[in-house]
Each structure stands twice: as C-alpha cells, then as structure tokens.
C-alpha cells in the first residue's frame, strides 16, 4: 500500500465522515454513542499468555489495496464462528467499503454470533468515527500512528477510554513507536508491513519488540503465514498476533488457525 493509496484512503476518509456528518450530526451521535454498552474486554484477552502460550486475533477481511480481492463473498458470521472454535483470542474486521470492501454489517454480524471481543478496523481520523464505532458495538478500534498527529492520538486515546472501548495504536517504527508512547499507548500493534513500500517483513516486529515498556503489550501483525513465523516473532517475547489474509485464504479456517497456535 504506496504512500500515495495511503494519502488517498485518509482524503476519501474525510469526505466520507463530512457525508456522515449530513446524514447524522455528530452532537446527535456523540450522545448515542455515550449510551453505557456492554464491552467485551479486548486488552485483557492479550494481557496473558493463552492456553498455547500464544493469542491470535483472527481478521475478517474481503480484500486490500496491495492484495486486491481476497475473498469478496466472505460470509462474516461463518468466519467468527470458525475463528472462535478455532480458538481465536479476539477478532479484527475490516469496515472500510472502498478500499477494503468490509462494512459496519460485518463487524456487527461477527460480534453477534461470537462471544469474543471485535476491534473495528479502518482509518481512525476523526472523533466522529469512534462515537461511531461505539454505537456499532466494537470492543476496540486501531488508530494509526502513521496518520495521527501526537495531540489526536491522545485525545483519541482519551475518547477511546472514556467510551470504554481499548484501542490498538499501530506502529511500524521506532518513531511511530516513541509518537505512540508519548501519548500514552498501552496496546502496541505492530505492522511488519511498510505502508509506503508495500514490503512486508516480520523481523520488524521483532526488532520493535525490545522498545515496549514494561505496562506496554505487543501485538505482530502482518505476513504472519505459518506456525514457524509466530515461532520466530515468539522467541522475542510477543505473544499476540493479529492474522488476516493468510486465515481467509485457507481452505479450513479453523484448522488453519489451530495450526498457527500449535
């Protein structure tokens, strides 16, 4: 995903949260959305170690701008029941239409059929999309460093708290890492994927891992593909991983995800 696809995803962002806000003002959302819902905790799934001393936050996914179409047809609800049988620790769904083909439909209709906490994933760049995502239902949402001025990322972080959802801060290097910290960042994700050059390398997440605080938790994400590169990302004291791609591309999901946590 060049850096220009990026700069296009968070232009569109903005033209779509000015649409919304037409449709549904955001004083009108902010006080749905500060309705007390029942969160499913997404943090504490990643705290600890689970049962295979290892989590994994299985990804609904349709497609991607580097990837193309994965699998447009995805049936949400069979994926979050196969992901959870599995043994997945939370889930991650994709909502951005354009770019990533998912949709508040998506995250709604695997949260309904699964007992497991959802992070909405898309392109955080307004407080209108986290009142947003609160009257959805997701347990967490990911904010992107990369996109983010440091005074956003803790106002959103703050908002975030306050709506009793957790938020994942994605990071992809030592700056992003310090950005992050500097706001406040508790859950840590860390992209092995270079959203300016598409590469995709694993020993990103290893290399980043040293830098976390001792109040920080580690997330790996990306070209994460078989049980050898959790292994490896493993025996630098990540625990967690989010996987996507390689869990829709599957024949099983759930056999495929049971052979990821070993």
């Known amino acids: 995903m060049g850096a220009d696809i990026l700069s296009k995803i968070v232009e569109h962002k903005k033209e779509e949260v ?13 006080t749905e959305a500060m309705i007390p819902r029942k969160r499913r905790s997404f943090m504490n799934q990643l705290l600890q ?6 989590n994994i936050i299985a990804e609904i996914k349709r497609a991607s701008p580097s990837k193309g179409p994965i699998q447009l047809d995805l049936d949400p609800v069979r994926y979050a029941l196969e992901y959870e ?14 770019y990533f083909k998912g949709s508040f439909e998506d995250l709604q209709k695997a949260r309904e059929v ?52 957790d938020a994942m ?17 508790k859950l840590i994700g860390i992209n092995n994927r270079n959203l300016s050059s598409f590469e995709t390398n694993i020993d990103t997440a290893i ?6 605080e001792p109040y920080q938790t580690a997330v790996a994400a990306s ?39 070993g």
């Open 85 to 98: 049988k599995g043994g997945a620790a939370a889930l991650s769904v994709l909502t951005d239409q354009t």
């Open 114 to 165: 699964s007992t497991l906490p959802v992070l909405r994933k898309d392109f955080m760049i307004s407080s209108y999309q986290l009142y947003e995502s609160s009257v959805l239902g997701a347990d967490a949402v990911l904010l992107i460093v990369r996109i983010l001025s440091q005074e956003q990322l803790r106002d959103y972080l703050n908002l975030s708290h306050e709506l009793e959802m």
């Open 223 to 261: 070209g994460i593909q078989k049980r050898k590169d959790i292994e490896k990302i493993c025996a630098s004291g990540i625990w967690n991983f989010l996987v996507g791609e390689s869990l829709v591309r599957a024949e099983n999901p759930k056999v495929f995800l049971k052979s990821l946590l």
């Open 169 to 185: 801060v994605e990071i992809h290097s030592e700056k992003d890492f310090e950005t992050a910290t500097r706001a406040g960042a």
């Open 49 to 54: 170690k689970g049962p295979s001393n290892v």
């Open 18 to 30: 000015a649409a919304a806000r037409k449709r549904l003002p955001e004083n009108r959302l902010r």
């Open 207 to 212: 290399r980043m891992s040293s830098l976390m």
